[in-house]
């Protein structure tokens, strides 16, 4: 049959089970827009307020979904305004597709209105990237993206247009898109070495990363903990795959992780990273991390593999494959010894924080016992990130969204957006601090033009936090640029743009003010007023060893 290339573009999204798309219509894209106003009937578009806001949106929605996020914008600026979106996604390995339109074929290379070489930008920040200079190519280039992107390794892919090609007419043949079962990459003698490497182990540790999460590998991988018998820690992209509550589970690892979990991979013989990248953030000194232990990798990417960490052994595969079949094969473990020093090590350094005063460790804990076990909570970037992962006990993969990799200041509220519209049963919570929230509050008009139910908690100290907390700690006290105490009133701006309102200053406000959210009919804002000194501990000071993680005691002791 004969379409034009923005029935196309329709048509092989219908193809893929896409029924939601995030966007910003301009110039460039206006054929396709048109279609979709078409074709309304199919397609959810959700207009966001910026299209950066459009990206984290689709990205929110893939991580909480499982599914390929989808987002639109026009040329030029439209274009670039996805390009922090996008890499936010492609450092978290999130998979979404990203539309964007350009000029005219006779108009690209000539600095035309509103041009931009976005596939060229974008290189180096997706997992490919396409500009479709034939209408005949069209179809298969958006099939390719699709099984790019959630493919392998999940990662952003970038599909640009000319208008020319929207609305350009060609033969369309539709496709049946089958789901691509993981590939097996690995051999029984890789698994053999692995189980060999276990079964010597006297003490071994597992580190789960991201990767658990995303081959949907939470029960092999709790079956597999149970059988070694082996303290469990997680990166902050690995939360809820092994559920928080799990005896077994030490917390974090890694720069604000917990002292039993930074303490115990020091100790450990065998350290078993499972879908994790080995970060920066969470092995301090590649020298020292990990130093007594033979490393065991399984991981999707073999580029990951001695990246960042050597490594004992490697098995390169889809880890949920790989799980299920070490755990056919592993004998019970018994590691009772290592066990209780752990737990001795959690006795002795538990999460700590005060006791008296609105503080972001004790609405996060409140937040939990109002909230059901499968609501979805997303963060910004900074000290309340590091709270909501320290003090929120995640019991479920794809309930904790947060920028790991890029640390992108501003992607919470967007997140939110895609994760309530993907799932609009679910209860869904974005934590950001008041530095954060001025760069995506806009975003309240998307919540509230679609009466989102999400709760935003603007954890309010005045100041940018965590850079405060470095300034304080390591740069003498020299706070510049990072206080914020000016006349912006938060709930003003939420009631403005459409927004229920509340503002929480003291304990015993937290509960009431989180029952009024949770029954309220559209967005809530809950402006929570907290000190500006609060610090978040333990923390290990970049590129030391995380044996040496200190906490709040520690810096009394050492300031005397």
Same mark, same amino acid.
């Given at each position: 049959?004969?379409?034009?290339?923005?029935?196309?573009?329709?048509?092989?999204?219908?193809?893929?089970?896409?029924?939601?798309?995030?966007?910003?219509?301009?110039?460039?894209?206006?054929?396709?827009?048109?279609?979709?106003?078409?074709?309304?009937?199919?397609?959810?578009?959700?207009?966001?307020?910026?299209?950066?806001?459009?990206?984290?949106?689709?990205?929110?929605?893939?991580?909480? =979904?499982?599914?390929?996020?989808?987002?639109?914008?026009?040329?030029?600026?439209?274009?670039?305004?996805?390009?922090?979106?996008?890499?936010?996604?492609?450092?978290?390995?999130?998979?979404?597709? %990203?539309?964007?339109?350009?000029?005219?074929?006779?108009?690209?290379?000539?600095?035309?209105?509103?041009?931009?070489?976005?596939?060229?930008?974008?290189?180096?920040?997706?997992?490919?990237?396409?500009?479709?200079?034939?209408?005949?190519?069209?179809?298969?280039?958006?099939?390719?993206?699709?099984?790019?992107?959630?493919?392998?390794?999940?990662?952003? +892919?970038? +599909?640009?247009?000319?208008?020319?090609? =929207?609305?350009?007419?060609?033969?369309?043949? /539709?496709?049946?898109?089958?789901?691509?079962?993981?590939?097996?990459?690995?051999?029984?003698?890789?698994?053999?070495?692995?189980?060999?490497?276990?079964?010597?182990?006297?003490?071994?540790?597992?580190?789960?990363?991201?990767?658990?999460?995303?081959?949907?590998?939470?029960?092999?991988?709790?079956?597999?903990?149970?059988?070694?018998?082996?303290?469990?820690?997680?990166?902050?992209?690995?939360?809820?795959?092994?559920?928080?509550?799990?005896?077994?589970?030490?917390?974090?690892?890694?720069?604000?992780?917990?002292? %039993?979990?930074?303490?115990?991979?020091?100790?450990?013989?065998?350290?078993?990273?499972?879908?994790?990248?080995?970060?920066?953030?969470?092995?301090?000194?590649?020298?020292?991390?990990?130093?007594?232990?033979?490393?065991?990798?399984?991981?999707?990417?073999?580029?990951?593999?001695?990246?960042?960490?050597?490594?004992?052994?490697?098995?390169?595969?889809?880890?949920?494959?790989?799980?299920?079949?070490?755990?056919?094969?592993?004998?019970?473990?018994?590691?009772?010894?290592?066990?209780?020093?752990?737990?001795?090590?959690?006795?002795?350094?538990?999460?700590?924080?005060?006791?008296?005063?609105?503080?972001?460790?004790?609405?996060?804990?409140?937040?939990?016992?109002?909230?059901?076990?499968?609501?979805?909570?997303? =963060?910004?970037?900074?000290?309340?990130?590091?709270?909501?992962?320290?003090?929120?006990?995640?019991?479920?993969?794809?309930?904790?969204?947060?920028?790991?990799?890029?640390?992108?200041?501003?992607?919470?509220?967007?997140? %939110?957006?895609?994760?309530?519209?993907?799932?609009?049963?679910?209860?869904?919570?974005?934590?950001?601090?008041?530095?954060?929230?001025?760069?995506?509050?806009?975003?309240?008009?998307?919540?509230?033009?679609?009466?989102? /139910?999400?709760?935003?908690?603007?954890?309010?100290?005045?100041?940018?936090?965590?850079?405060?907390?470095?300034?304080?700690?390591?740069?003498?006290?020299?706070?510049?640029?990072?206080?914020?105490?000016?006349?912006?009133?938060?709930?003003?701006?939420?009631?403005?743009?459409?927004?229920?309102?509340?503002?929480?200053?003291?304990?015993?406000?937290?509960?009431?003010?989180?029952?009024?959210?949770?029954?309220?009919?559209?967005? +809530?804002?809950?402006?929570?007023?907290?000190?500006?000194?609060?610090?978040?501990?333990?923390?290990? /000071?970049?590129?030391?060893?995380?044996?040496?993680?200190?906490?709040?005691?520690?810096?009394?002791?050492?300031?005397?």
């Amino acid at each position: 049959m004969k379409m034009t290339g923005s029935q196309i573009v329709l048509a092989c999204l219908k193809e893929q089970g896409v029924d939601t798309i995030f966007g910003y219509p301009g110039g460039a894209i206006l054929n396709i827009y048109d279609e979709l106003y078409k074709q309304r009937d199919h397609f959810r578009h959700i207009l966001t307020s910026h299209e950066q806001g459009a990206a984290h949106a689709a990205d929110g929605y893939a991580r909480s =979904t499982g599914r390929v996020g989808v987002c639109f914008a026009t040329s030029g600026p439209g274009a670039t305004n996805l390009v922090t979106g996008i890499a936010t996604a492609y450092m978290d390995s999130v998979p979404i597709v %990203a539309i964007t339109c350009n000029v005219t074929l006779p108009l690209l290379g000539k600095d035309s209105f509103q041009e931009a070489d976005i596939a060229g930008i974008t290189m180096p920040i997706t997992k490919h990237g396409y500009i479709v200079k034939d209408v005949t190519k069209l179809a298969e280039t958006i099939r390719k993206a699709f099984r790019i992107a959630g493919s392998g390794r999940p990662g952003p +892919v970038l +599909v640009d247009i000319p208008k020319d090609i =929207t609305a350009a007419v060609c033969d369309y043949e /539709p496709a049946v898109i089958d789901t691509v079962a993981p590939e097996k990459t690995w051999n029984d003698e890789e698994i053999d070495r692995a189980l060999t490497m276990i079964a010597k182990a006297k003490r071994p540790y597992l580190y789960v990363g991201g990767g658990a999460v995303i081959s949907g590998a939470s029960e092999e991988l709790r079956a597999f903990a149970e059988r070694i018998d082996a303290p469990v820690c997680d990166s902050l992209m690995g939360k809820g795959a092994f559920p928080g509550t799990h005896p077994l589970y030490t917390g974090m690892i890694g720069m604000h992780g917990t002292k %039993a979990s930074n303490f115990g991979v020091s100790a450990c013989d065998l350290l078993i990273a499972l879908g994790a990248r080995f970060s920066d953030r969470v092995i301090g000194n590649p020298r020292t991390f990990a130093k007594n232990a033979k490393i065991l990798q399984i991981d999707v990417d073999a580029a990951e593999i001695n990246k960042n960490i050597r490594t004992s052994h490697a098995i390169v595969g889809d880890l949920k494959a790989v799980l299920a079949q070490l755990n056919a094969k592993l004998e019970k473990q018994q590691h009772e010894a290592w066990i209780s020093e752990v737990r001795e090590n959690e006795r002795k350094f538990p999460l700590s924080y005060a006791e008296k005063g609105l503080t972001c460790p004790y609405i996060v804990e409140e937040l939990q016992k109002a909230v059901p076990e499968d609501a979805i909570i997303t =963060t910004d970037v900074g000290q309340h990130q590091m709270w909501a992962a320290q003090y929120y006990r995640y019991t479920h993969p794809r309930t904790f969204l947060t920028s790991g990799g890029l640390g992108t200041m501003g992607y919470g509220l967007g997140a %939110a957006i895609g994760a309530q519209v993907g799932n609009p049963d679910r209860v869904v919570v974005n934590i950001a601090g008041d530095g954060c929230f001025r760069m995506n509050m806009n975003e309240l008009a998307t919540a509230s033009r679609y009466d989102l /139910p999400l709760i935003e908690i603007v954890i309010n100290n005045q100041v940018l936090g965590m850079v405060r907390q470095w300034q304080d700690l390591f740069y003498e006290k020299h706070f510049s640029q990072t206080v914020l105490a000016d006349k912006v009133d938060y709930c003003k701006v939420a009631e403005g743009l459409g927004c229920l309102a509340i503002r929480v200053t003291q304990r015993d406000e937290v509960a009431g003010a989180l029952k009024k959210a949770l029954a309220a009919k559209g967005p +809530v804002l809950i402006d929570c007023v907290i000190d500006k000194d609060d610090m978040v501990f333990p923390m290990v /000071p970049a590129g030391k060893p995380i044996s040496e993680a200190f906490d709040a005691q520690d810096l009394k002791k050492k300031n005397g």
